[in-house]
């Protein structure tokens, strides 16, 4: 077994509409069971992952009954804002790191899976973000513990997938 966790994965094709990405993500072989939808407002999130940059949202409304116009960041990002749904600014997360917030290790993962078992699945707690971040862990063979330091890692260029997955993280920062 590889140190590395590797994706079962096939590349998401990707048009653009304007300024959103349309996606076709194929769920199985040839044309049948692709995935086809747009990523709407959160493109930029997803578009950043590619450059590896991770993007976040921040409520800036003065009359926001919980910001106040001082809100936290929210990742994964919201278009509105919960609290008062106006529309949420973006703002890029300089050198992501957190630490684990939880954690399983996922030793089959069944059918559809795009991660190859086994993996950790965590969940990231990033200072100035009010929400937890859920993704995964770049290695598998070392014990890991709640509070251990992570850093963001993304599949960039050739490697990226389009989706979610171009997002991991390794242990240390």
């Known amino acids: 077994m590889n140190e590395t966790v590797k994706l079962n994965t096939t590349k998401t094709k990707v048009t653009k509409e304007g300024n959103v990405w349309v996606i ?44 106040r116009g001082k809100g936290e960041l929210w990742l994964p990002p919201r278009a509105d804002c919960p609290d008062c749904h106006q529309p949420m600014v973006w703002e890029e997360i300089k050198n ?18 795009e991660i190859e078992c086994p993996y ?10 009010c929400t937890i971040v859920k993704s995964y862990l770049s290695t598998r063979n070392r014990k890991i513990r709640i509070g251990d330091k992570v850093k963001a890692k993304f599949r960039t260029g050739l490697d990226a997938t389009n989706t979610c997955l171009d997002l991991y993280w390794e242990l240390g920062g």
Do not use: W
């Open 96 to 113: 992501p790191a957190g630490e684990i917030f939880s954690y399983t290790f996922v030793e089959r993962g069944g059918m559809g899976l």
């Open 120 to 129: 950790y699945q965590i969940d990231v707690l990033l200072p100035g973000v």
């Open 24 to 67: 076709d993500l194929p769920r199985f072989s040839g044309d049948s069971g692709t995935h086809h939808h747009t990523l709407g407002l959160l493109t930029p999130y997803f578009a950043g992952l590619t450059e590896g940059k991770l993007m976040a949202t921040r409520c800036v409304n003065d009359n926001c009954p919980i910001s």
